[in-house]
């Protein structure tokens, strides 16, 4: 802890069989999968994070996907609670590797969460009810956050996989997204990214942005703010509904 971790796993080579719920299924390329994951984790080395690899799970064609198998609040690792059967055996690799960096482990013991649901914004935990997270689950996150000081806002989603597909966070805390995909009512401010994979920003540091190669008016509308943007390609990833936050779980 303290030392900017970043949390993540090496693509399965079964990456192409993982869960596709919105959009068609599309061939996956897994070699170039692998290259555009190293890709990223370079970009995270890069901008200073300390890559921890989680062990590898090749079985599991969505264990790439290690947003969605924790929430980590301060020193508080909340472990997630897949309602797809695909996902669960993603969590006990999670829930060791949290226990390693010193972090206190809890649980959701009903209902189902994913991490992808769950974005946090200074003091404000915004958790998205989706088809992956429900209103048991949310109760008891809201619970274990304010342990932490964290106030907790539902969301309701449109019809999309999580709530950071459908929104994320400027390193100014300002939201960014695509308000037709969510119940804005609760919300600050949301402005509208220039295109749907502009949706997904992952903080890098105060100024320092990661967003997908598919987001390119977003990036350089970022860069033209000031922003150091930094542009990956996840192409394969994207056809597993994945986007550049799923790909990694960043403790500060
Ligand atoms: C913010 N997002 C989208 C995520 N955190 N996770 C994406 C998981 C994709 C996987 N195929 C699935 O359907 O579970």
């Avoid at 399965?12 to 719920?21: E, N």
């Avoid at 019809?159 to 950071?164: E, F, I, P, T, V």
């Avoid at 350089?220 to 996840?234: C, M, R």
Wanted: net charge negative; hydrophobic share 40%; charged share 25%.
């Amino acid at each position: 802890m303290g030392e900017r971790t970043a949390l993540v796993r090496r693509p399965s080579p079964r990456l192409g069989d993982g869960i596709v719920t919105h959009i068609e299924r599309r061939p996956v390329d897994a070699a170039l999968a692998a290259r555009q994951h190293e890709t990223y984790v370079a970009a995270l080395e890069s901008a200073g994070w300390r890559v921890r690899w989680l062990p590898p799970a090749d079985d599991l064609p969505d264990g790439v996907f290690v947003e969605d198998t924790v929430v980590v609040c301060d020193d508080l690792a909340v472990l997630g609670r897949p309602r797809v059967p695909e996902r669960v055996e993603e969590i006990p690799s999670m829930e060791g590797t949290v226990a390693e960096l010193g972090l206190e482990v809890t649980r959701i013991d009903e209902g189902f969460l994913d991490g992808g649901d769950v974005l946090q914004v200074g003091n404000t935990v915004y958790a998205g009810r989706s088809a992956r997270t429900n209103e048991d689950a949310i109760c008891q996150l809201t619970r274990q956050v304010a342990t932490r000081g964290r106030r907790l806002v539902p969301v309701a989603l449109n019809d999309c996989l999580h709530l950071k597909t459908a929104m994320t966070a400027l390193p100014d805390g300002s939201l960014i997204g695509v308000p037709e995909l969510v119940d804005t009512s609760a919300l600050p401010y949301l402005r509208v990214a220039q295109e749907s994979a502009g949706a997904h920003v992952v903080v890098l540091g105060e100024k320092q942005v990661l967003v997908g190669a598919s987001a390119p008016r977003t990036a350089d509308q970022l860069t033209a703010e000031g922003y150091d943007v930094t542009v990956v390609d996840i192409g394969e990833f994207e056809k597993l509904e994945g986007c550049v936050t799923c790909l990694s779980v960043l403790v500060p």
